[in-house]
């Protein structure tokens, strides 16, 4: 990365990570009647929230946090974290096409024929990096190279980002070997030597460069693709009519989390180190890698340019038929995201960030 951002070196041995097992609960409770946000509650509403990272990278701690600090507590909801292998997974898209989880919903997934909508975009920007082998010095460099297809294999986000610096330097798919592998397995198997490229998040660029010196960013994605939505809560429409209240007040609940992150890093970072199982200096470093470019959402983290540049990439990618490409409006519930932020304060900034 450039010399303006924080430097991409390393720190301790990476600590024993968390797991969790992927439980489907039961289901969304009915929502209870409007109440007052200081007064009892008189039942708690469940909510599961899906996680696309087991366990979690930092950039997706903002529902531990939520958890942690009892803003969803406040507003009567009984969040329970559920992980999955990659945002684009089977199981999650069967979480949230029944309405059991909400969980990251994209434009790809609705133009193939999801039934539902995002309510509240918590992450806009990509955060992650994609780090090589030392011999690796430019995308072209790339061919005849192991790169990871974690979290989904092809089609999924791992492969995704490699064949778009793949076009750009005008080398065919067939001219790499994809690795499909579980994404916890990303760090370790660049580190190993059975990878020479994959896209990893700012702790575990952190993390790399420390435990093989020579590995190193070829290429931020942000800087890459600054318009490329990275990842929205959503739900299924059915849950999203049956539930309104309910998802209105668990997006309001995690604004107030992604405002808090902004404002008082020594009150999250304890709790982000706990989720990710990762060294406190890697999450440090991730945090103020995060913050700084604004990858966290601090209103409803919704942009329609941003939007449509998304679907149109999904397009031209050959991912969906032109036919298929998702509108704002078809992919969007504006009012929920307007409703939650409203219901967190009104909008507001962090510094330069303004999502």
């Known amino acids: 990365m450039e010399t303006e951002r924080p430097h991409l070196a390393g720190t301790r041995r990476r600590a024993a990570v968390v797991t969790a097992a992927l439980t489907l609960a039961a289901g969304i409770a009915a929502s209870v009647p409007a109440h007052a946000e200081d007064a009892p509650c008189p039942t708690l509403r469940k909510l599961n929230i899906g996680v696309s990272v087991v366990p979690p990278n930092v950039v997706h701690t903002t529902p531990h946090v939520a958890k942690a600090l009892g803003y969803f507590e406040k507003r009567c909801i009984d969040a329970n974290i559920m992980y999955f292998e990659g945002g684009q997974s089977q199981t999650m898209a069967s979480a949230i096409s029944q309405g059991l989880a909400i969980g990251n919903v994209n434009d790809g997934m609705v133009a193939q024929g999801m039934k539902a909508k995002q309510i509240w975009g918590f992450a806009p920007l990509l955060p992650q990096a994609y780090t090589v ?3 690796v010095k430019t995308p072209a460099d790339l061919k005849g190279k192991r790169l990871s297809a974690a979290g989904g294999g092809v089609g999924g986000f791992n492969w995704r980002m490699a064949r778009a610096i793949l076009e750009k330097a005008g080398i065919p798919l067939d001219d790499v070997i994809f690795v499909s592998q579980g994404l916890a397995g990303r760090l370790p198997g660049l580190v190993a030597g059975q990878l020479d490229g994959v896209a990893l998040h700012p702790e575990d660029v952190y993390l790399a460069e420390k435990q093989k010196p020579g590995l190193h960013v070829l290429v931020v994605l942000s ?4 318009d490329h939505v990275f990842n929205a809560y959503g739900g299924s429409v059915d849950m999203i009519a049956e539930n309104r209240e ?9 604004i107030e989390a992604n405002r808090t992150i902004y404002a008082d890093k020594d009150k999250v970072i304890p709790i982000m180190v706990e989720a990710t199982g990762k060294p406190r200096d890697a999450v440090e470093f991730a945090y103020d890698y995060l913050t700084k470019n604004c990858v966290w959402a601090v209103n409803t983290g919704f942009d329609k340019a941003r939007t449509a540049w998304t679907a149109q990439y999904t397009v031209d990618s050959g991912d969906v038929p032109p036919e298929k490409k998702t509108t704002y409006d078809q992919l969007v519930d504006q009012a929920i995201a307007d409703a939650a932020v409203a219901k967190a304060g009104g909008p507001t900034t962090a510094g330069a960030c303004k999502l």
């Open 223 to 226: 800087e890459m693709m600054p």
């Open 133 to 135: 082998a030392a011999e």
């Open 246 to 254: 309910l998802l209105i007040d668990a997006a309001a609940a995690m």
